[in-house]
């Protein structure tokens, strides 16, 4: 965090390069655009933004600007830059409308806030979903900002790393192990196992236990494929279904919620060519889940 005191009048983005000799200018322009300059406290993003004496700047870097963003609806923004956006669903929020919700969504409050940012320069820019999640799942979900950064993401989603926490019942008889069967979904939307390939999506499931007690298990869980509700069918076919996840055979509910939550995002940016890791804490009511759980854990 950096600080500034004005002693002139003048324009905020030139006053920056004037305050920020040391840093590129390219640099400078980004710190406005993505919400790290603040004018006596307020994200200020326009860079004709009027100053005057006595005013104070303020300079977060980009993880404190991460971590104190925040859009409608409890989401939180994980991290962001010139080409994409990933944030934080809360549990219960639609990732994108449906024919009975349409502002109500993780796409409404990204696409939002996407658009504010590019008010001052007088162009609309609309948000691109990259993938989705399930109401009940909470966790990253990434917005491209452009179409070609979307096909890119989507071309190559097979390489991106994509790790859950997953509350389940019970305790898995084996530490590790990898799920592998064939998926379908019947005319009520719900997927089920089968043996039969014809017509059906093969699907790949990796999970390992972080912490077991006598009643529920937290797993890390790793996607090989990316199947509707694949994580829920295929955990509740081995005897562990999660917590809360009724559709699919749970028969407790301790946080009110489907206690799956999207953890870890690793991807190569396909506009920089750099590794990108986005991370997302264990939610504090899936904690609560196992410190309840009282007995000795495994």
């Not at 919400?35 to 993880?63: C, T, Y």
């Not at 939002?112 to 609309?124: I, P, Y």
Request: proline share 3%; aromatic share 8%; hydrophobic share 35%.
């Amino acid at each position: 965090m950096r600080e500034f005191r004005i002693t002139c009048e003048g324009q905020l983005l030139e006053t920056l390069f004037r305050l920020l000799a040391d840093t590129k200018r390219t640099k400078v322009r980004r710190y406005l655009k993505f919400g790290s300059v603040l004018v006596n406290g307020n994200i200020e993003k326009r860079f004709d933004h009027r100053l005057i004496p006595g005013d104070m700047i303020r300079i977060r870097s980009a993880r404190e600007a991460a971590e104190e963003g925040a859009l409608k609806y409890g989401i939180k923004i994980a991290y962001e830059d010139e080409s994409l956006l990933v944030i934080e669903k809360p549990s219960g929020l639609l990732t994108i409308s449906t024919g009975k919700v349409s502002a109500r969504t993780a796409f409404f409050a990204a696409n939002e806030h996407v658009l504010k940012e590019e008010s001052s320069s007088g162009r609309g820019k609309k948000i691109f979903l990259v993938h989705r999640l399930d109401k009940e799942v909470s966790g990253l979900l990434m917005f491209a900002k452009t179409a070609g950064i979307k096909e890119a993401l989507q071309t190559n989603w097979q390489d991106v790393v994509k790790r859950y926490y997953a509350v389940v019942e019970g305790i898995p008889g084996k530490e590790e192990a990898t799920l592998r069967g064939y998926l379908r979904e019947n005319k009520f939307l719900k997927v089920y196992s089968t043996d039969q390939a014809e017509g059906s999506k093969f699907s790949v499931t990796h999970y390992r236990v972080l912490l077991s007690r006598p009643d529920y298990s937290l797993l890390e869980v790793e996607l090989g494929t990316g199947r509707k509700h694949q994580i829920r069918v295929q955990l509740s076919d081995i005897g562990h279904p999660i917590a809360g996840d009724k559709q699919y055979g749970a028969k407790t509910d301790p946080a009110k919620r489907i206690a799956l939550h999207s953890h870890y995002l690793a991807f190569i940016h396909p506009a920089t060519g750099k590794e990108i890791e986005v991370r997302s804490g264990l939610p504090d009511v899936f904690n609560k889940i196992l410190k309840q759980d009282t007995g000795p854990s495994r």
